[in-house]
C-alpha cells in the first residue's frame, strides 16, 4: 500500500492524537469537513472534541493556540494556506516566538503551513513564507521534501517544546507516494544528501528538491555528476552539510521557490562565501522565484519560478565560470 505526502501528515496527526492526550488540532474547517486539502479527514471522529473548528480569524486562531501550550497542551494549528497566517503574524513572532526568553514557559505549538504554488492558484494561495518565519529567533521552520520527511518531522515538531512553523508542499501533497511510513528519520536540523555528485552541488529544500533531482537525473548522461542537498529544515540550517558538500564539488546553486529578497538561498551563499569561500572554484550563484507577486496564469506561473529547465540553465552556466 502506498501513501501521498498528504496521508502521511494526516496519519502523523491521528498518531500523535492517539498517543499523546495533550495534542489538539485547531483550524478553520478541520473538523467534520477534514480541512481544506483533507488533511484531517476523519480525525474529529476518530478523537471526538480533539478536532476543532476555529472562526475565520487566524490572529485567534494562534492567540488560542498559544494560551493552549503556555497551559500545557500540544496544539496542532492548521493554516488554510501559508499566506493567510500572515494575519496572526503579530501572535507568532510576538507572542510564541519570544515566550520562552520572556518568561521560561515553553511553547510546544506546530503551525502548519500549505505553502507554494500550483497552476492557477496566484498572488493569495501561493506564497511561500520559509525565509520570513526564520528570521525571527525562537521559531523552528521545517520544510519536509519527502513523504518520509513529512510523517517523520511532524512526529518530531509536536514532540519539540519550541514553536514549529511546518512548512509543508501543496504540490507535493498527491504528487509524491511512499510504500510504507518510515521507521527511522534524520533528526531536525540535519540536511539530508539527497544525490550524491562531483561537479556542482544544489542546495534546495521542498518541492525545489524534486526539480533539482530531475536536473541531476538529465545531466547525468551527459557524465555531469550533481549533487543535490535537501536542507530539510531552514531554521536550524545544516551548514556543515552544506560545507561539506561545497569542499567536494567546489561549485555552489542554492535554488528556493521563495522570493529572492533576504531568503534561504541568499543565506547559504552567504554562509559559504564568509566561511567556506577557499572551497570554491566560481562564485556561488542562486536562483529564485521572479521577485513580483505570483501570477494567475499557468504559462506565467511556470515562468515565475524556478523549473528544471531554469535550473538546469544556470547549472550549465556555473560550470562554464
Known amino acids: 500500500m502506498s501513501l501521498t505526502y498528504l496521508e502521511a501528515i494526516r496519519e502523523a496527526q491521528a498518531r500523535l492524537l492517539a498517543e499523546d492526550p495533550r495534542v489538539f ?7 467534520a469537513f477534514g480541512g481544506a486539502f483533507k488533511a484531517t479527514k476523519n480525525l474529529a471522529k476518530q478523537f471526538p472534541g480533539r478536532v476543532l473548528d476555529a472562526p475565520i480569524s487566524e490572529d485567534a486562531i494562534i492567540g488560542l493556540a498559544v494560551g493552549a501550550a503556555i497551559e500545557g497542551l500540544r496544539p496542532i494549528v492548521e493554516m488554510q494556506f501559508a499566506d493567510f497566517s500572515v494575519t496572526g503574524f503579530s501572535q507568532i513572532v510576538n507572542q510564541a516566538a519570544t515566550l520562552f526568553w ?3 514557559v515553553p511553547c510546544p505549538l506546530v503551525i502548519r503551513l500549505p505553502s507554494g504554488g500550483t497552476a492557477g492558484s496566484g498572488p493569495f494561495h501561493s506564497v511561500c513564507l520559509d525565509s520570513v518565519y526564520a ?3 525562537g521559531l523552528i521552520v521545517l520544510t519536509p521534501a519527502t ?3 513529512a510523517y517523520s518531522m511532524l512526529l518530531e515538531a509536536v514532540a519539540l517544546d519550541d514553536p514549529v512553523i511546518f512548512c509543508e508542499h501543496k504540490y507535493l501533497y498527491y504528487h509524491l507516494k511512499a510504500d510504507a511510513l518510515p521507521t527511522e528519520a534524520l533528526p531536525i536540523g540535519k540536511a539530508r544528501l539527497a544525490r550524491e555528485g562531483r561537479d556542482l552541488t544544489i542546495v534546495t529544500y521542498s518541492a525545489m528538491v524534486h526539480e533539482a533531482l530531475a ?11 550533481i549533487e543535490v542537498v535537501d536542507l530539510r529544515s531552514v531554521k536550524p540550517l545544516d551548514t556543515d552539510t552544506v560545507m561539506a558538500s561545497v569542499a567536494r564539488t567546489g561549485r555552489l546553486l542554492c535554488v528556493g521557490e521563495e522570493w529572492p529578497w533576504g531568503g534561504v538561498t541568499a543565506e547559504v551563499i552567504a554562509r559559504v562565501a564568509s566561511e567556506g569561500f577557499g572551497l570554491l572554484d566560481a562564485p556561488p550563484m542562486r536562483l529564485n522565484a521572479k521577485d513580483t507577486p505570483v501570477p494567475f496564469h499557468p504559462n506565467l506561473w511556470a515562468a515565475h519560478r524556478p523549473t528544471a529547465g531554469s535550473i538546469a540553465s544556470a547549472v550549465r552556466q556555473l560550470l562554464r565560470l
Open 135 to 137: 528570521h525571527f529567533p
Open 25 to 31: 488540532i485547531y483550524g478553520q474547517d478541520v473538523g
Open 102 to 104: 520572556r518568561t521560561q
Open 147 to 149: 513523504v518520509e520527511d
Open 215 to 225: 536536473v541531476a537525473e538529465e545531466l547525468a548522461t551527459e557524465s555531469i555528476e
